[in-house]
């Protein structure tokens, strides 16, 4: 009878094991895409290659979306190998959110190389592409912090 007990116990082992591990996890989706589609209370997870090494840096930027469909569970920075001489190099940026209501919104997210980008952080406001000082050559400033849209549909 204590062999049968203990045969019961390992065999709910890996199912034990397998629900708490988040097999899974939320979906994740990069910058190659711009669809995404959820379920109320889901999460899922807005992802952008940098490179850390010439200061890139990743925000949301306004308009905001669209807090009856979605809203940030926070932000997190995953850096590449660091074995190199400055440190690593490259990294991945995550934005989490969660589907709290049907409808569909757009999540706008802003590259800022080093000095692109103003507002945001400390500043306040949205995190807009800065103006080129005068006599300076006059790249559009939206083609110097590049702006990915993805349309958000919670079902």
């Given at each position: 009878m204590?062999?049968?007990?203990?045969?019961?116990?390992?065999a709910?082992?890996?199912?034990?094991?397998?629900?708490?591990?988040?097999?899974?996890g939320?979906?994740e989706?990069?910058l190659?895409?711009s669809?995404?589609q959820a379920?109320?209370?889901?999460?899922?997870?807005?992802?952008?290659?940098?490179?850390?090494?010439?200061?890139?840096n990743?925000?949301?930027?306004?308009?905001?979306p669209?807090?009856g469909?979605?809203?940030?569970?926070?932000?997190?920075?995953?850096?590449?190998?660091?074995?190199?001489?400055?440190g690593?190099?490259?990294?991945?940026y995550h934005?989490?959110?969660?589907a709290v209501?049907?409808?569909t919104?757009?999540?706008?997210?802003i590259?800022?190389?080093?000095?692109?980008?103003?507002?945001?952080?400390?500043?306040g406001?949205?995190?807009?592409?800065?103006?080129?000082?005068?006599?300076?050559?006059?790249p559009?400033?939206e083609?110097?912090?590049k702006?990915?849209?993805?349309?958000?549909?919670?079902?």
């Amino acid at each position: 009878m204590r062999f049968v007990r203990h045969r019961a116990a390992w065999a709910l082992l890996p199912v034990a094991v397998l629900s708490g591990c988040g097999l899974g996890g939320p979906d994740e989706y990069e910058l190659g895409e711009s669809s995404v589609q959820a379920e109320v209370g889901e999460e899922f997870v807005l992802s952008a290659p940098v490179s850390l090494a010439m200061g890139e840096n990743w925000y949301i930027t306004s308009p905001d979306p669209d807090s009856g469909v979605v809203r940030s569970t926070g932000t997190d920075e995953e850096r590449g190998d660091d074995s190199g001489p400055q440190g690593a190099s490259e990294g991945t940026y995550h934005f989490r959110f969660e589907a709290v209501g049907k409808g569909t919104t757009k999540i706008r997210l802003i590259q800022c190389p080093y000095t692109a980008c103003t507002g945001g952080g400390d500043m306040g406001g949205p995190v807009v592409p800065s103006p080129v000082p005068s006599g300076s050559p006059t790249p559009d400033a939206e083609d110097r912090a590049k702006i990915h849209t993805y349309t958000v549909t919670v079902k």
